[in-house]
Every structure is written in structure tokens, then in C-alpha cells.
């Protein structure tokens, strides 16, 4: 039996000419929070007093509950067979600052997804101008496939799309793959960290390595 031990979900919504903010914003954001809520079993519940804590349930349906950082890495670094078993990391993936939030506040968007997700990561106007600048304008020799490979895609001459989620060029592939590796410590700084707060991606990383290393088929 195959599962899951973590989720990432991209969240993109481009702004039509002539318009301030996407129209399908407030509907991927309620895509985000249904996928996000519904994948694992531990969930997210407020105190009287607005705290955040999290409830999973065991085998018995005994629910246990606790803050909800603490009890999500008291998940991810156990060995608890009934509170991993149903348990998927989520992660949300977004950008273009025009949608989600202003520099000064979060539209009720993001805010929805921030609340839905276990981590909320937000690619910055920086990190995605520098990947298009060295991959696409004016990449290196051994970048070039990728910038073939999006002037294939998006050309009025196309054949077909090859540069998208979905579908990637064979050989694009290969050189993301290795740009990302060879600059990986810098592409991290390509991302905030809206949720959970006062986290770094670091952690995200560690705690991806710690579900990945576990033995699965004996969890379930």
C-alpha cells in the first residue's frame, strides 16, 4: 500500500489586463483550504480565546489535542503508528504579490490558505525575477535548453506546450533539476514563510527528510 506523507500544492492566479487583481483568486483559495483540509487527519481547531490547536483522532476515536505546532511536530518526529498513519504534511506554494496580499496586509485570500495549510510558502517578486532572468533572458550555455524550451511553449509559431506543471521538455528538465541543486542554498531565500510563523524553510526541510525516512509499510 502506497500513501502520501506530505502534499505540495501550487496556487498561481494571473491578473487580466486592465484589472488590479485576479478574478479566480478568492475560488483558488477555497480550492487550497478544501484539498488542504481534507488530505490528512489532523485538523485545525480555534479556542474560545482564538488560540490555534490541532485534533487527530486514534484508532478508538479518542481525539487528542494540543497546540497545533506542537502537536504536528509531536507527529512528524514520532514513531506513533495511529497518529501517522492518516497524517499527510500539507504544504501551499504561491506568488504574484497583485493577488494575495498587498506589502502591507494579507488579502482574506492568502489568509484563508494560511489557515488551511500545515506550511504556506510565498515565492517573492525577487526569486522569481532572478529565475527568469538567468533561465529565460539570458541564460548560460548550459541553461539554454530551458529557454528553447520556453520559446516552444509560448510563441505564436508553438507546436505544443512544453513548459508547464504538467509537461516539461525531457531536457529542460534535466537542467532545472540541476540548476535548482546547484544553487540550492540560494533559491531558499527565494521564499517567505507565511505559515506556521516564526518557522524558517530549513525546518520544512528537516521535517520532509524525518516523515521520508520512516518505514511506511510497517506505519500502515
Known amino acids: 500500500m502506497q ?11 494571473g491578473v487580466e489586463e486592465g484589472n488590479q487583481k485576479g478574478p479566480q483568486t478568492i475560488e483558488k483559495a477555497k480550492q487550497g483550504a478544501y484539498v488542504a483540509r481534507s488530505a490528512s ?41 495511529e497518529l501517522l498513519k492518516k497524517f499527510i504534511l500539507t504544504v501551499g506554494v504561491v506568488s504574484n504579490h497583485g493577488n ?5 496586509n494579507h488579502n482574506k485570500e ?35 535548453k530551458v529557454q528553447e524550451a520556453f520559446k516552444n511553449s509560448y510563441t505564436a509559431s508553438k507546436k505544443r506546450n512544453v513548459f508547464t506543471k504538467v509537461k516539461m521538455d525531457f531536457e529542460a528538465d534535466a537542467v532545472l533539476l540541476k540548476y ?17 510563523e516564526r518557522k524558517k524553510i530549513s525546518e520544512l526541510k528537516k521535517e520532509l527528510i524525518e516523515l521520508r525516512s520512516k518505514n511506511w509499510k510497517k506505519i500502515l
Open 3 to 13: 500513501k502520501p506523507y506530505a502534499i505540495f500544492e501550487c496556487k498561481r492566479v
Open 41 to 81: 487527519s489532523l485538523q485545525k481547531i480555534r479556542t474560545d480565546m482564538g488560540e490555534k490547536y490541532g485534533i487527530i483522532y486514534r484508532s478508538n476515536n479518542k481525539p487528542y489535542i494540543k497546540p497545533y505546532i506542537e502537536l504536528m511536530e509531536e507527529i512528524i518526529y514520532s514513531d506513533d503508528t
Open 100 to 104: 494575495w496580499f498587498t506589502a502591507e
Open 110 to 144: 492568502l489568509k484563508v490558505l494560511a489557515q488551511s495549510y500545515d506550511w504556506l510558502i510565498f515565492l517573492t517578486d525577487n526569486g522569481l525575477a532572478q529565475f527568469i532572468v538567468e533561465l529565460i533572458l539570458n541564460p548560460k550555455k548550459k541553461y539554454l
Open 180 to 196: 535548482f541543486s546547484d544553487n540550492l542554498k540560494e533559491i531558499e531565500g527565494w521564499f517567505n514563510i507565511i505559515a506556521p
